[in-house]
Each structure stands twice: as C-alpha cells, then as structure tokens.
C-alpha cells in the first residue's frame, strides 16, 4: 500500500435545523470550501467518492449519496455509500483511503452529512434506537442514552468513576468550543450546571449528552503524485484500525484485556473485560492504528485526540480504550487536568499531572459542543485534526485559541452503537 | 388527442409547515410484516413463562440472549431454559425515551445476570424506585398473561 495524504477538508456550521439548505447543499458548502483552500485544486482532480450518511429514515430519501455525487458535478465518476452507525463518518473516511492506498484512486472524496432536524428530538431518539436489536433491545424501550447510562453506571461500580467527573468532560468540551464558531452548543458551564439540567437516563443529565444536528463534512485523500503537483501542505494517514463488537451488549462475554504495547497483563489481573463498562473494539481498533503508525505510548506520542464523545461518560471510557490512561483511571485522568487544553480557564480545579501525561482531548469541542450529523461527525474530527496538523486554526476558525503549538499527531475515533463498529485513524504533520 | 385535458383536482388540503422555506408537514407509517425467524421459539417460551437462552455444546457457554449459533465457534446452539431469579448487572431510570416510549417514562432498565449463564439479559424492572435498585441485587422474573409476543413479555420484580 503506498502512503495517503489528506489534502483539504471543509465542514458546513452544525445546526439544531438548518431547513434553508437540504444535504446536497450543504454537502457542496463543505466541498467547495475544501477545494477553495487549495489553490489548483479542481472538481477535475476528484477521481471519485465516498459518500457517508446514517439513517435513511432522517432524509426519507434513498439513495441520497447518488443524488450529493449528481449536485456535485461527479458524475459519472465512481461513489458509493459507507454507512456503520455513529461510525459512518469514520469509516468513509477510511473507505477513501482504501481507494488511494490501493491505486484505485490519485484523489478520493469522503463528503458525509446528516439532516436529523426532520423529525421531533424523540422520534430522531426511536430512529436512532432502531440501530439497536429490534428483537431484543428496541422494544424493551429504545434508548441509547439508557443503554450508555447503564454502562456508565457499571463503569462507576468497577471503577468508582463519578457523575462530577463525567461533567467535567462537558465543561470542558461546551468551553472549547466558545472559540469553534462552526459548533453548535458553545457554552461556559460549571460542573453544578451540568448536574442541575434535566435528567435523560440516571446518572446520565442532558448535558451529559450530544445533540442532534444538520450538518454536512467533506476530507479530501490523495495520492503523494497529486500532492507533490499541488503543492499543498499536506497531512500524512500513517495508521488505520477498525474493531467491532456483538450488536447488543447484553451478549458481551468476559475475556482478556487486549494490551497496548506501554500495559502490562498484570495491570488488569482482577478485571472481567469488556463487560459493558469497556469498548472492545475501540481497544482492537486502536491497537491496529498504533502498530501501523509506530506508537508505543499513546499519551506521549500523539498531541492531541478527537474522539467520539456521544455521551461525557464514553468520553472516560474511550481514553482507557485508546491506553491515554489505564483501564479504570479514565474519572483521575479528567480531575487531573490531562485532557484540558493548557491555555484555557475552565473555572475548574485540577489535581495535578503527576500520573499522566497532558494530551488535549477534543479541542474542538468534540460531540458534546459541535453537535452530531451522524454522517458528517466522524469527518468534521478529520477536518479539525487536519487543520490543527496543518497550523491553520486561526485562518478556518477566525480565532487561533484553540491552535496546539506545532502539532505533530492526532488521532480521530469514530464509534457507533454501543460499540459496534469503531474507526481509529492517525494523521501526522509531514 | 385532447388540448384542453385538465388533471382532476381535490379538496384535500397540505399542511404547510413553514413558508420560507417552503416545508410540508406530513404523517407517515406503515404496516410491516417482522419475522422473529430463528428466535421465535423464544417469544414461544414467553408465552408459556418460560426464559429460554440459548447453549452451545462445543464451547459450553450459555448465552442469556438467545442466539441459534454460537459467536465463538459458529456452531448451532441449542435452546435452553435459564433460571427465573438473578441479579442486577446493572441499571438506569430513563425519563426521557424514544417517541414510542415516551408515554411509558419514568421506566426502569436492567441487564439481567444468571448463574449458569455467561452473558446478560435486557429487561425492564417493576416494583422498585430508583433510587431502591442496586448493582447485585436478586431480581424475579414474571411474565404478562396476556401475551404480545414482545422482549417485554417477561419483565423482572425484586426478589
């Protein structure tokens, strides 16, 4: 396989509904955006696409990717569909890189998008539920926001992780993005704010949780022939995982933990893994990702994550998957400041970085702060990533705040259902 | 050949939504056939007060959930009938649902452990408030006497 480069990559604002502008056009906002930014760059260089969205029953339209390739002027050059739950985007993002890596393709197109404002917040819930057995865990009530406060509250009795804790996941993912002005739910919140809002599914409050959105993410994947022509600065793809899990996560059976090349057997003799505490494939997804791009220590090789924090509890349990922490240290990992970025006041005190290392998680404001187009998330951390490997926060945000000093590696989670499908991808500055 | 053929137009209306941008607010459902296939025997079982898992001979493990082959070693399980009494695995009150749900909240999820059993079962819990249930806690099975054919069935009381 020979190397792949991300070349560009726009994104459209995230919005609760955004009915002025339906996918096909919110889709060529992002795409147009992308090829803007890079001077030379044409819809003639485009050898084909990947187009990523999740649910047929938010447009109500199928085949919707065949209509975005149409409005873009692609055709009648190759496309097809990716789709994988929240993992959708995540996985037309690696599906592109398939079609370079292989020779397939010089210059590949991931465009993803989600329209979910067409139907009521608790009909969106049932549809999104529906991505859940329907024998056997649809009908019982539907709700993943039930199915990840169960998780969570067996990850607290494992590992006595606490509701102050996963808040602070929200304080800081809503504060990061008061300077992300394409986020939909910016805010300054406190800790007692994120307790005192409504409650959805117990421990798990509504600013324990994403919201639904409208919204479209387009990353461009090329070639190094096509890059050394543009000229552009490009961002290397230097490593790729993808794990799944059993659809429903009652049928989750116990085994052993899978080590990251920095953990030890003995550091988990006592613990029945996954359980429903823990994402299996997030952890095989990410050991892929590291043996492919050569990272022996998470925390310390990699400057920053975008992870897929649909709920503040599964953002503590994706840094144990992806070994920024160990298993169990997930709630210390956040008192202690680790995911925090450094220039911030968050109004928080933190305990201290003695036992971890500090790697910005979700700079961008992640899920919880952006929103979540299903289709389009896992590649507006694509873009996001590509932008802070590229030093070009302040030109795309209008606002150099949440700009990294020289980044050199980030790595983009993508995660869908309870854990059924999970993308890690690492990008690297060249 | 008819110039001045007219479509025949009705008095039905359409529910405009908004105007700028012109959206329509329409209903929409459907009659669907769901076969339970494979499971069925399950639902069978609820009908007769009867938990049934499912248990492959090979690997020895016994699935709580039914699944007619086994994710180990993707031989044919055979049906088994589980314990009526467990455990709290774990467990959540949901205010909030999917729409079809709604009207049911504040309603009480579980996963069910069994002895015997190595994975874990779903089900809704009565008879305890929220703040009563507990990690571990023994936990009975009962089932409709009317039944819809339905996972909800069988739901769980404390025991």
Known sequence: MRPVYMITGGITKFTKANPEKDFRLMVKEAFDYALADVPGLGREDIDGSVCSYFSDHFTRQLKAGAMVQDY??????????????????????????????????????????????????????????????????YPVGGFYTGY???????????????????????????????????????????????????????????????????????????????????????????????????????????????????????????????????????????????????????????????????????????????????????????????????NLDYGLDFSGME??????????????????PVGATGLMQAVFAFWQLQGSIQKHLGDGTLQLPEPRRGLIHSHAGTGTYITVSILEAE | MNKNAKLPETEEGTVLFNVDPIMLKYHYEIDYLHSYAQDSPFFAGLAQKKLLGSHCPACETTYATPRSHCMDCGGATHWTELPQCGRVHTFTTCHFGGE????????????????????????????????????????????????????????????
């Open chain 1, 355 to 372: 036992r971890f290392a500090r790697i910005p998680v979700n700079p961008s404001g992640g899920l919880l702060a952006c929103g979540h």
């Open chain 1, 148 to 342: 990840y406060a169960m998780m969570v509250r067996r990850h607290m009795h494992e590992f006595g992780t606490t509701v102050e804790q996963m808040a602070k996941v929200a304080v800081k993912n809503h504060a990061n993005a008061l300077h992300n002005p394409y986020a939909q739910s910016p805010a300054r919140l406190s800790v007692g704010d994120v307790r005192s809002s409504p409650m959805v599914s117990t421990p798990l409050t509504i600013l324990d949780c994403c919201q639904m959105s409208d919204g479209a993410a387009v990353a461009i994947l090329a070639s190094e022939e096509t890059v050394k022509r543009l000229g552009v600065r490009p961002v290397r793809v230097s490593g790729l995982g993808c794990g799944t899990d059993a659809m429903r996560m009652a049928d989750r059976p116990h085994g052993k933990v899978p080590l990251l090349p920095h953990e030890d057997e003995a550091d988990y003799a006592q613990l029945k893994y996954p359980g429903v505490h823990s994402f299996r494939g997030g952890r095989s997804a990410a050991a892929q990702a590291y043996a492919m791009a050569g990272i022996r220590n998470p925390a310390q090789d990699l400057d920053f994550v975008e992870l897929h924090d649909a709920y503040t509890s599964s953002e503590i349990q994706t840094y144990e998957d992806l070994g920024l922490c160990r298993y169990g240290e997930g709630g210390a990992f956040v008192d202690a400041g680790a995911p925090f970025l450094a």
């Open chain 1, 72 to 137: 873009l002027g692609l055709c009648p050059k190759p496309s097809r569909r990716v789709e994988g739950g929240g993992a959708t985007g995540g996985l037309g993002f690696q599906s592109a890189w398939e079609a370079v890596a292989s020779g397939r393709m010089e210059c590949c197109l991931a465009m993803g998008f989600e329209t979910m404002s067409r139907v009521n917040t608790w009909k969106g819930n049932e549809f999104i539920a529906l991505a859940s057995d329907t024998n056997f865990d």
């Open chain 2, 100 to 159: 079809a749900f709604l009207k049911e909240t504040p309603f009480t999820l579980i996963l069910v452990e069994f002895d015997g059993a190595e994975t874990l079962f779903l089900s809704r819990l009565l008879g305890a408030d929220p703040d009563e249930v507990r990690i571990g806690m023994e936990v009975q099975a009962r089932f409709v006497r009317n039944s819809k054919f339905l996972a909800t069935d069988v739901y769980f009381v404390p025991a």
